[in-house]
C-alpha cells in the first residue's frame, strides 16, 4: 500500500521560507510511471497544484509559483521536498503531496497539513 505523508511547520511569519518534506512509503520515487506533485487550498478554495516531479527527475511548476517554488528529491530517503520562498499570508492553505499513475488523476494523497503564514 502507497502511502505519502507530509511533514514541515505549520506556523510561519511573512518572509520566511516554506519547507515540506513528502515521504513516500509503498512506492519507488524513481519509477517512471509515476508522477509526484505538491498542490495546496486555501480558505474557500479550491485545489490548486503548485508543481511536479516526475520519476525521470523532469520538474515543473505552476506559472504563478514558479519564481518562489523548489521541488527536490531524495530517493535515498523516498522523499520530495517543496521550498517556497518569501511566504505571504495568501500562502495559508492545506498542503498536500499526491501521486499521479501514467498521467492519470491522482491515485494517492498525503492527510495534508495546515500552513498558516501570519504578516
Known amino acids: 500500500q502507497v502511502r505519502l505523508q507530509e511533514a514541515g511547520p505549520d506556523r510561519l511569519n511573512a518572509s520566511q521560507t516554506l519547507t515540506l518534506v513528502c515521504t513516500v512509503s509503498?512506492?519507488?520515487?524513481?519509477?517512471?510511471?509515476?508522477?509526484w506533485y505538491w498542490v495546496r487550498q486555501a480558505p474557500g478554495k479550491g485545489l490548486a497544484w503548485i508543481g511536479w516531479?516526475?520519476?525521470?527527475?523532469?520538474?515543473a511548476y505552476s506559472p504563478s509559483l514558479k519564481s518562489r517554488a523548489t521541488i527536490t528529491r531524495d530517493s535515498s530517503k523516498s522523499q520530495f521536498t517543496l521550498l517556497l520562498t518569501s511566504v505571504t499570508p495568501e500562502d495559508t492553505g492545506v498542503y498536500y503531496c499526491?501521486?499521479?499513475?501514467?498521467?492519470?488523476?491522482?491515485?494517492?494523497w498525503g492527510q495534508g497539513i495546515q500552513v498558516t503564514v501570519s504578516s
Open positions: 509503498g512506492g519507488s520515487i524513481i519509477a517512471s510511471a509515476y508522477t
Open positions: 499526491a501521486r499521479t499513475e501514467n498521467e492519470k488523476g491522482y491515485d494517492y
Open positions: 516531479l516526475t520519476g525521470r527527475g523532469e520538474i
